[in-house]
């Protein structure tokens, strides 16, 4: 279907597009080519064509045009100049394989014989072609000046509005007009507050129907726009659901639901790994996978975001693999259809609706003003203007997100009245689903920047965006360009209109901000202005333009897919899904023999056929090809105008060593080890990513490789350094002139001093990292820290012979510094530590020989007045240190066997008020901590601390979260039991315990912890009173038992826990008792000879005590699960 703005606006960058041929023309025009009197007359006309019809183009894409007439020339003329560029391109790389045959055969030559371009005669006839379309379009013209000049005026008379001041983004995400829909969600997750202890209570108030092995499904429905998403964010990122879930997984679903998919996102987002999956992987491991995660961690929360109909019969499938009955799992489900609702709710449905006008008008105050309410205040009329546009948005979130931003861009009355007038108002019968507000913040962006958003409608619906991958795309199709005099990269160019973008709300950041996605109302846009040159090939009756350039498939669908055929003029080809049709074979191998002006390709996950390589090969304007794990073994070499080659997933046996010959190629993604084996990648000198570089013996792997490469950005890890013999072969890699570099890694064995001056990097450098550095001390530009203004984290490791650090004082930025296994090292003053105002982060690890760490303040200022974290590990002769002032400003602290350091600390307790995280482990001095002392400490990680005690117990920590407390037996020695009842209420936040036999006293009370977790207990029996210490856990919900292999008998008091609901038993059998918890809801054992099973399976002598709870698993393997069977009934009820 093409809509009716599509036909109206035309896209709204045809500008951008005679632009840039525009600009290429002129290239040739103004360069040192040698060309010929007809290849130069053609060209000049070409351009005079060009220029004529630019102003036309300009005006046109601001307005929406209604003259059918014009509509077609436009397209028409937009047609024409896709064309030209194409005939352009070829002259391109015709120079580019002609300039490399002229090279190999060069005996005597001149730049300008080098520069000769001769061009074929197939290409002049094209160019002519081309040329004359444009003259009869530029003939035709002056039809259509008259009806654009009013429309000129108006324009020109909005380039001279001058802003009057703009607004601070606000950066945070929030929700008006929800508290109590928030209120109730939250209540639901976390159970309910006040007298209410019994989280069934508020279940069964809100109509449970039933939960599902442990999980509650509560659905979030309405209507496109109205905030279902950004209320799953606000609670995704509420503290105490952070604290409450241990795992939370936000999963994007589209109408494309797969369970699989859906699972492999899932185990992502809870990894907090993001790299591609191979589809190879199968179903059964994903789920093994996902349970594993979910009974090592316990409870977890699950967003799916925008879910479809198309996922209400694979639900119980969803749900099967996901069910390991951990109680209190949540999932939460945002969705338009109430089918699906209806489907997945075990709790209430939580319906939204438009948010009513008092509710609405500080959404719109907030987003379209910001934080100059100054403004508002000195202009009653921007108020008023205000006012009149928010009562057009229907009480949506996201159109007072859109206009809101659109708005707070400039604060200026003309332009806030000219989006109070706007045609698209006006147009609401024929903009066929598109809302105004989108359509006006559409026409706000530049001719580029609605090219480059109109591009992306090829992307599947929920599609998750990389930022780097979506602009190396748009810099394949010419769509970002260089600044006239300006040496800002194209990919600097391109993350600034992204992040333009993301500002404007065409994208969303995800939760993690690693990704992004684009709404369904702005896809819709992007989708209806782009209709004429992107299609994305689905399970629809729609039909693609015979004009379409950009084009993606989803495969599996082989709908109207014999219609390949027909796109003769495609610069983009996607695949999205895994392919197994021969008929989408040769689909794509059809569209590859036709379309030669491809210049985007992405084969990835596809399984390329041996009889496509050598149309692969033609595709000579191929600019971005993506190839991952498509297991090719047989490649040989790549189209040679390659700027973005995507190999993942590739032995080093099969990438082939010709990619050194890609002399355009900017971003090379290929894993480390293949990278490794390919020689002379020096040649690539555009190259700018290249993670890894290991030095070799041989040629085109030594050091010099990486002379030419001055594009290298981001990281580089440079190993086996030691291989480099001297300065001067250091020096060859111009280390000093990679000006974009970020971050380097240089790694080798016994590094010689010598080579490391030869590696000095360029000032620009953020992270340095040095490792198996081989001499007493630093060489000389260590020692000039003072030019390294922009370096903030250094890391020096595995320097055995070092014995003098560098005066680390000196880097004026640096906010983190790790020193590691640096075993001769043992004095550490104010020069080395000293004047260090940025450093947030120290941390010191085996410096074995330290003996004394001075400091004078008079001397050197205020020690680390800025550190919040400081971790000291292995340092077991330190005996001096300094006054210690910067404890005062420390949110974490983490030392073990640290010399003396701890009989310091005692002095400088009452210092840690901003304290949140402490970590002791192996120490054999006494301490004594008081509560009191420690107000805002969260997490408690004690071990083997023989002499370190609580004075006054767990009781008066106000903060604390989580306690890890193994092999402490004094811990509660000092504990006076007076205390205990009157400081009860201060452990109310305690909600996890992980503890040996060290916490199991009457000392501790703890009626808050929800988790507890009892490890390396050698004992057989527990004593009398830590069986009482356990029937004192009046809210625990989840009890496990771990590495405890002696342990015959679980305490008595067990079954006396009301809110017990899941035990685990780890690593061994043990009999439950008659007196088993009644409550519990899951069961399970893991660990244990597969004889002993048999005993705990029906008919066992121990099933009788067990049989009535729900769920039970034993090694891995379902024995009952009653709460999925009942699920499934009822769900294929409602179905």
Avoid at 91 to 105: L, N, P, Q, T, Y
Avoid at 473 to 493: A, N
Wanted: one cysteine or more.
């Amino acid at each position: 279907m093409m809509s009716a703005v599509a036909e109206q606006v035309v896209g709204g960058f045809s500008s951008a597009v005679i632009q840039r041929v525009a600009d290429k023309t002129m290239d040739y025009l103004g360069s040192n080519y040698n060309l010929s009197h007809a290849t130069e007359e053609l060209l000049t006309r070409l351009r005079t064509s060009l220029t004529m019809v630019k102003a036309i183009t300009e005006v046109a894409d601001n307005h929406l045009i209604i003259s059918n007439s014009l509509t077609k020339w436009l397209r028409n003329l937009h047609t024409a100049a896709y064309e030209a560029e194409d005939v352009l391109d070829r002259f391109d790389c015709h120079e580019i394989v002609a300039g490399k045959r002229k090279v190999r055969e060069l005996i005597s030559s001149s730049v300008r014989a080098l520069k000769s371009l001769v061009v074929p005669d197939e290409g002049m006839k094209m160019l002519e072609c081309v040329v004359q379309k444009l003259d009869h379009l530029c003939a035709i013209s002056n039809t259509f000046v008259e009806l654009m000049k009013h429309d000129n005026l108006n324009a020109i008379k909005e380039e001279r509005i001058v802003e009057e001041t703009t607004s601070r983004v606000p950066i945070d995400v929030k929700v008006f007009g929800r508290d109590e829909v928030l209120e109730l969600i939250l209540k639901i997750m976390l159970g309910s507050s006040g007298s209410e202890t019994e989280p069934s209570s508020v279940r069964a108030k809100l109509g449970a129907r039933y939960r599902i092995a442990g999980v509650d499904v509560i659905p979030i429905v309405g209507m496109s726009g109205v905030g279902k998403t950004t209320l799953a964010q606000v609670i995704y990122n509420n503290e105490n659901v952070k604290g409450h879930f241990k795992q939370r997984s936000w999963v994007y679903v589209s109408k494309h639901f797969g369970v699989k998919r859906t699972l492999q996102e899932m185990l992502r987002s809870f990894k907090g790994n993001y790299s591609s999956f191979g589809y190879a992987e199968s179903l059964e491991t994903t789920v093994n996978n996902i349970q594993s995660v979910i009974h090592q961690d316990g409870r977890f929360l699950l967003v799916l975001d925008n879910v479809w109909d198309e996922m209400c019969d694979q639900w119980n499938s969803l749900l099967t693999a996901i069910a390991c009955d951990v109680p209190g799992s949540v999932v939460l489900v945002t969705t338009q259809s109430k089918r699906v609702a209806d489907t997945v709710v075990t709790m209430c449905q939580v319906p939204l609706t438009p948010l009513p006008w008092e509710s609405f008008w500080p959404v719109f105050r907030y987003y379209a003003f910001g934080t100059t309410d100054v403004v508002v205040e000195n202009n009653q009329t921007l108020l008023l203007i205000g006012e009149q546009i928010a009562k057009k948005l229907d009480g949506l979130p996201l159109a007072a997100k859109v206009m809101g931003d659109l708005m707070r861009s400039r604060f200026a009355v003309d332009h806030w009245r000219s989006i109070l007038e706007s045609d698209w108002w006006d147009m609401s019968e024929v903009l066929c689903g598109i809302l105004p507000y989108m359509g006006i913040s559409y026409q706000d962006l530049q001719p580029t920047q609605r090219q480059s958003f109109a591009f992306c409608s090829i992307f599947p619906q929920n599609y998750l965006f990389d930022k780097d991958r979506l602009v190396n795309m748009w810099i394949s199709h010419d769509f970002i360009q260089h600044s006239e005099f300006d040496g800002t990269r194209l990919e600097d160019i391109g993350s600034k209109l992204f992040d333009e973008l993301v500002q404007r709300s065409f994208f969303q950041s995800t939760f993690d901000n690693k990704r992004y996605t684009m709404h369904n109302l702005v896809r819709a846009l992007a989708i209806a202005v782009s209709s004429n040159e992107c299609f994305l090939h689905k399970e629809t009756s729609q039909r693609a333009s015979p004009t379409v350039r950009h084009l993606s498939l989803q495969v599996g669908n082989q709908l109207h897919i014999h219609e390949a055929n027909r796109y003769k003029n495609l610069r983009t080809i996607l695949l999205f899904g895994h392919c197994d049709s021969n008929e989408i074979f040769d689909a794509v191998d059809n569209m590859l023999a036709n379309s030669r002006s491809i210049r985007v390709l992405d084969l990835s996950h596809f399984e390329v056929m041996t009889s496509m390589l050598p149309n692969l090969a033609l595709l000579r304007k191929l600019r971005f090809f993506d190839l991952s794990f498509t297991r090719v073994n047989n490649l040989r070499s790549f189209p040679c105008n390659l700027q973005f080659l995507y190999l993942r997933g590739y032995t080093c046996d099969s990438v082939p060593q010709s990619i050194n010959r890609l002399a355009s190629l900017r971003h090379l993604y290929v894993d480390a080890t293949a990278l490794s084996r390919i020689p002379g990648i020096g040649q690539l000198s555009q190259l700018q990513e290249l993670e890894n570089f290991s030095v070799g013996k041989k040629n085109g792997f030594m050091i010099n490789e990486l002379k030419s490469m001055q594009e290298l950005s981001k990281k580089i890890c440079i190993s086996n350094i030691h291989i480099i013999k001297n300065r001067h072969e250091a020096k060859d890699a111009c280390m000093i002139e990679k000006k974009h570099l970020e971050a380097l890694v240089l790694t080798g064995r016994n590094v010689s001093k010598d080579v490391l001056e030869g590696l000095q990097p360029h000032p620009n450098l953020g992270e340095l990292m040095i490792e198996g550095y081989g001499a007493i001390n630093f060489p000389s530009w260590m020692l000039q820290g003072q030019i390294y203004t922009k370096l903030q984290s250094l890391h020096v490791g595995n320097c055995r012979l070092l014995a003098v650090l560098p005066p680390f004082g000196n880097f004026p930025s640096l906010r983190r510094l790790i020193l590691d296994n640096l075993p001769l090292v043992k004095h550490v003053d104010g020069i080395s530590f000293g004047c260090l105002r940025s450093l947030e982060d120290l941390r010191v690890s085996s410096m074995t020989s330290w003996i004394d760490w001075s400091h004078v303040e008079d001397d050197h200022g205020p020690l680390l007045p800025h550190v919040t974290r400081f971790e000291l590990h292995n340092c077991p002769k330190l005996e001096e240190v300094p006054h210690l002032s910067f404890m005062s400003s420390l949110s974490e602290l983490d030392i073990s066997s640290c010399g003396n350091l701890v009989n310091a600390l005692s002095q400088y307790v009452e210092l840690l008020k901003c304290l949140e995280s402490l970590k002791i482990s192996y120490c054999d001095h006494q301490l004594l901590l008081f509560g009191h002392q420690l107000k805002s400490l969260k997490y408690l990680y004690l071990r083997k601390c023989g002499s370190l005690r609580l004075v006054d117990g767990l009781h008066c920590f106000p903060s604390l979260r989580e306690v890890n407390v193994l092999g402490c037996p004094h811990i509660l020695t000092e504990f006076s039991d007076q205390s205990t009842r009157q400081d009860e209420q201060a452990v109310h936040q305690l909600t996890s315990i992980i503890t040996d036999s060290s916490l199991l006293s009457r000392n501790s009370f703890l009626p808050s912890v929800q988790v507890i977790e009892i490890a390396h207990i050698e004992d057989h029996y527990f004593t009398p009173e830590q069986e009482e210490w356990f029937e004192q856990l009046t809210s625990v919900e989840k009890i496990v038992f771990d590495n405890c292999y002696f342990l015959e008998r679980l305490p008595s008091t067990l079954g006396r826990l009301a809110s017990l609901k899941v035990l685990h038993i780890m690593t061994k059998p043990v009999a439950p008792r008659e007196n088993f918890p009644q409550k519990l809801q899951e069961f399970i054992m893991h660990g244990f000879p597969v004889e002993a099973e048999n005993d705990f399976k029906p008919g066992g002598s121990a099933w009788i005590n067990i049989s009535h709870v729900p769920y039970i698993r034993l090694n891995g393997k379902t024995i009952q699960n009653r709460q999925m069977d009942a699920a499934s009934s009822s769900s294929n009820q409602q179905i």
